[in-house]
């Protein structure tokens, strides 16, 4: 397909490998288009029964979006008004939402950093997928740290988890582990990375039709052996203070609650949001309150607007400054300091960008 792109099909399996292992197989707009395009194909072709989409090397699955490519073409622009920009947003969430109403089982093998956009091109897919994770799986939706918020569907899959786990990992930005992914619902299943070769034959080789069932029945036959080697997770240790503290509908309602809370998970959680966004925390966390009530294709709509007026902003591009261009880890947020976030700061990222009729988004469905 591309350099970046590999697809083969083995029996019935086609399976898709993000292969830009130096940069943790961040998506590239070329990446998206070649995606989107085999999986438009297979689709369509009654020969492959399923998908298996993975990352190559050993570190990563897809740390995300290429966040160095944004600021590029972002500061070259003012306001970050790059054609590219916006193709890359408008095709990566088009992508996302054609995984998630994919018709053919959809299997992502979740090894090492899964972030950002990886997690919009594994979370996808909700009636036919199979999430498996390793040991070595480092999961987050992380977008604040950088002065973004989750996109890529994250308004979708976050605001619909239990209690509000999924509102702690999108406000904080936090890192889980392989056991929280599937404690929280953002995996199925376990398999050591030195068995994920194995598995990939064990499909390649098994004939299971076109049933998403058989699909996630051989795949937990297969790791049914290795669940006692699940290594150990913290979020169900901290969900009832995860449900509420995150429970409060203002981000300086949540940091108050914390703040009366003397445990090492309130401490902690207080010093990592103390590093975050002020001002995309807050739009974060008015994100998930909406999409709570909105189906996929809403939420990607509402991001790809978010997307538009975070660029013009600038928050996002200092935040990629900072952390990954000069690292001087001391991003100038605006404004910095929580207090001074009112509400029309908060709705001016919720303001329509184009008429209804000239949305980007707007044949989704």
Not at 11 to 24: F, K, Y
Not at 50 to 78: H, M, N, S
Not at 257 to 276: I, Q, Y
Not at 293 to 313: I, K, N, P, Q, S
Request: proline share 4%; with cysteine; glycine share 8%.
């Amino acid at each position: 397909m591309t350099a970046h792109i590999q697809t083969s099909i083995r029996n019935h399996l086609g399976i898709i490998t993000l292969a830009r292992p130096d940069v943790l197989n961040s998506l590239s707009l070329d990446m998206v288009r070649a995606l989107t395009q085999a999986l438009a194909q297979w689709r369509d072709d009654d020969a492959i029964h399923a998908v298996l989409i993975r990352g190559a090397g050993d570190k990563a699955f897809c740390a995300g979006g290429d966040i160095r490519f944004f600021y590029d073409v972002g500061t070259a622009t003012p306001k970050g008004g790059s054609a590219l920009l916006e193709d890359f947003f408008t095709e990566e969430y088009a992508l996302n939402h054609l995984i998630h109403f994919y018709p053919k089982p959809y299997i992502a093998l979740m090894h090492g950093v899964v972030m950002g956009g990886g997690m919009g091109v594994a979370q996808a897919g909700a009636a036919a997928r199979v999430r498996i994770v390793t040991e070595r799986t480092r999961m987050a939706m992380p977008e604040v740290n950088i002065g973004l918020f989750p996109d890529v569907g994250g308004g979708h899959f976050l605001s619909h988890m239990e209690g509000r786990i999924g509102t702690y990992l999108g406000v904080t930005g936090e890192i889980i582990n392989a056991a929280d992914a599937i404690y929280c619902g953002l995996a199925d299943v376990f398999v050591p990375s030195a068995q994920l070769e194995a598995l990939t034959d064990h499909l390649a080789a098994t004939d299971v039709g076109k049933g998403c069932a058989a699909i996630l029945a051989a795949v937990v036959a297969f790791a049914s052996r290795w669940q006692n080697d699940l290594p150990a997770g913290r979020l169900a240790g901290q969900r009832n203070a995860i449900d509420r503290h995150f429970a409060h509908d203002g981000v300086a309602a949540i940091m108050a609650s914390l703040s009366t809370d003397d445990s090492p998970f309130a401490r902690d959680t207080l010093a990592v949001m103390a590093k975050r966004s002020p001002l995309m925390m807050c739009v974060t966390l008015e994100q998930l309150r909406r999409s709570a009530g909105m189906d996929v294709a809403d939420c990607l709509r509402l991001e790809r607007t978010m997307v538009r007026h975070c660029f013009e902003h600038g928050e996002v591009l200092e935040g990629v400054r900072a952390l990954v261009i000069d690292r001087d880890n001391t991003p100038r947020w605006n404004p910095a300091e929580l207090q001074a976030v009112t509400p029309g700061m908060i709705e001016r990222f919720f303001e329509p960008a184009w008429p209804a009729h000239a949305h980007p988004l707007r044949e989704l469905r």
